[in-house]
């Protein structure tokens, strides 16, 4: 990577880290299959905020959902049989997740219920759904990775509109992971992890995709994960395997790079706080969010809708 103008490099400072109460000290099938039998007592994941300002995060290994208020104080909001990863808000109290055991999953974060949403396509079961994104017509685009990678780029991105059709827009993915839009919408970046790089997806007015490309390239052991946007249009890249977060201008340089502490896997990010100017990035092996004011906040999430109702123009 040659880049004319060195980056300014950023240290991601420590929010919250989860209270040892919610610490499993036990083994999972998650573990096993991820992180190579690893004791692993959480692994956070799927960062959004409320309208009160209040952070949730998914816990992949133990089907749970916490809450975190302004102040890093956690609750537990769910807990059931399943494998929860990327969230997002489709009304005020009702998360959407992508749930790699279930498919996509809601939960209402009042009482904690969790009811399915969509579980299966023709009866086949996903590979393993992992995040999503939503626009402003409250279409869902999430992805299906599974075990997928350069052994087998079989890793899908799908489109479910409000109607209940369900689009399948690429089938060729080497691990698609986070997903964010454009500001205006019009085009999805995707993080391919196993590719180590960032795929551009034009969504072309009669709903296909056409002359994706592969727009940024990282390195490393782990490539890109969570996804975010800001105003500027500048995309935002959590890299695991290198601690980062990339900030990204329109030809994808890297303009910033937020440093996590040594060892930190900096899984997934989401803009909250004030003017929603300050990143939040889920630490994932330690169990720490981290945050760092930034110079730019972070677009407007859309909601989605349920089955008749209207979708909701933006979240926090």
């Given at each position: 990577m040659y880049l004319l103008h060195s980056p300014q490099v950023l240290e991601l400072q420590t929010f919250t880290t989860m209270p040892g109460i919610f610490r499993r000290r036990e083994r999972s099938t998650w573990a096993d299959a991820n992180r190579g039998g690893q004791a692993t007592d959480s692994f956070l994941e799927g960062p959004v905020f409320d309208d009160a300002g209040n952070l949730y995060v998914s816990d992949i290994p133990f089907g749970r959902i916490f809450r975190i208020d302004a102040a890093?104080?956690?609750?537990?909001?769910?807990e059931y049989d399943g494998e929860p990863n990327g969230m997002k808000f489709i009304d005020a109290h009702t998360l959407l997740v992508t749930d790699y055991q279930n498919g996509l999953m809601r939960v209402d974060v009042r009482t904690g219920h969790v009811t399915p949403h969509l579980q299966r396509r023709n009866t086949e079961s996903?590979?393993?759904?992992?995040?999503?994104?939503?626009?402003a017509q409250g279409n869902i685009y999430f992805t299906d990775q599974g075990q997928s990678g350069l052994h087998d780029p079989s890793g899908r991105l799908y489109r479910l509109r409000p109607n209940g059709q369900l689009d399948l827009l690429l089938s060729n993915v080497p691990s698609p992971n986070g997903v964010a839009l454009s500001p205006d919408?019009?085009?999805?970046?995707?993080?391919?992890?196993?590719g180590n790089c960032i795929w551009r997806v034009p969504l072309l007015p009669?709903?296909?995709?056409?002359?994706?490309?592969?727009f940024f390239t990282s390195y490393g052991p782990s490539g890109p994960d969570g996804l975010a946007v800001d105003t500027q249009g500048r995309l935002l890249v959590a890299n695991p395997g290198l601690g980062y977060v990339w900030v990204l201008n329109q030809r994808a340089e890297p303009v910033m790079v937020l440093r996590g502490p040594a060892g930190?896997?900096?899984?997934?990010?989401?803009?909250?706080?004030?003017?929603?100017?300050?990143?939040?990035?889920?630490?994932?092996?330690?169990?720490?969010?981290?945050k760092l004011v930034l110079d730019t906040p972070g677009v407007a999430l859309?909601?989605?809708?349920?089955?008749?109702?209207?979708?909701?123009?933006?979240d926090r």
């Open positions: 890093g104080e956690w609750t537990q909001v769910a996903f590979k393993g759904v992992n995040d999503l994104v939503l626009d919408g019009r085009l999805l970046y995707l993080a391919v992890t196993r009669d709903g296909s995709v056409a002359k994706v490309s592969q930190a896997s900096t899984t997934n990010i989401a803009f909250g706080g004030p003017d929603r100017a300050t990143l939040f990035v889920t630490d994932s092996t330690h169990g720490n969010v981290l859309h909601r989605g809708s349920l089955p008749g109702q209207q979708a909701e123009n933006t």
